[in-house]
């Protein structure tokens, strides 16, 4: 079993829906979360932390439930630009010490 | 800033060829990690450096790989014989110890 673990998707939705993405992990031991975006044939780029009383970034909110060892991204009035792929990531020390695991990704495509 | 900066951006090697992949991490920064992203297993982290010495090598699949970091600008993977099954996107990232992670733009590394 994976530690990080994502429905790859596609979800294909069309502009100014709102669309959810979930990811578990396994490691009750991590202490930090995060969700990165990824372009195609680009790296990584972070998108926002996750916090455990929850976040907003614009149209962006995430959410983590420590309890299921559960985190989410919500995307409100979704954009064409917003297209890509969105891994969960999950750290193993406090703030950005060790190292941060990657889920396998959930590709999204927006269409107008 | 310039960024992490990694070379080849590409590289096509014949199997049992010795490939050398290289990265010039930010500077100030005091992690490196090496991480091998393909389609089957998504972003896998490989080994990770603090302060140029390695910390974890355990991601690193088998003795034909070999990283090291002589000095904090500058770190290599070696992959020494190549075989079919190593090709994948290779990206590093480097990062502060308070700060967020900073991708390279990755090596397409193809052995035929």
């Known amino acids: 079993r994976k530690e990080v673990e994502q429905d790859p998707g596609p979800f294909n939705v069309p502009e100014g829906a709102t669309v959810a993405f979930n990811c578990t992990y396994s490691?009750?031991?991590?202490?930090?979360f995060f969700w990165y975006r990824q372009d195609c044939r680009k790296e990584p780029k972070l998108l926002m932390s996750v916090y455990s009383s929850g976040n907003e970034d614009g149209r962006f909110t995430a959410q983590l439930n420590r309890a299921s060892q559960y985190i989410s991204l919500l995307i409100r009035d979704s954009k064409l630009s917003d297209s890509a792929t969105y891994l969960c990531?999950?750290?193993?020390?406090?703030?950005?010490?060790?190292?941060?695991?990657f889920g396998q990704g959930t590709t999204l495509q927006v269409k107008p | 800033d310039a960024g992490v900066i990694q070379s080849p951006r590409h590289e096509v090697t014949e199997m049992g060829q010795e490939v050398t992949l290289r990265c010039k991490p930010i500077?100030?920064?005091?992690?490196l990690f090496w991480y091998r992203q393909t389609m089957m297993r998504g972003l896998e982290l490989l080994i990770y450096f603090n302060n140029n010495v390695p910390i974890d090598d355990s991601g690193m699949p088998e003795d034909r790989f070999s990283a090291k970091m002589p000095n904090a600008s500058f770190s290599t993977l070696k992959i020494q014989p190549s075989e079919p099954r190593d090709s994948a996107v290779y990206f590093c990232a480097s990062r502060r110890r308070a700060g967020g992670y900073t991708f390279g733009s990755g090596t397409r590394l193809t052995v035929v």
């Open positions: 500077s100030g920064h005091d992690y």
């Open positions: 490691n009750s031991a991590s202490q930090s």
């Open positions: 990531v999950v750290g193993r020390g406090s703030g950005n010490t060790g190292k941060l695991i």
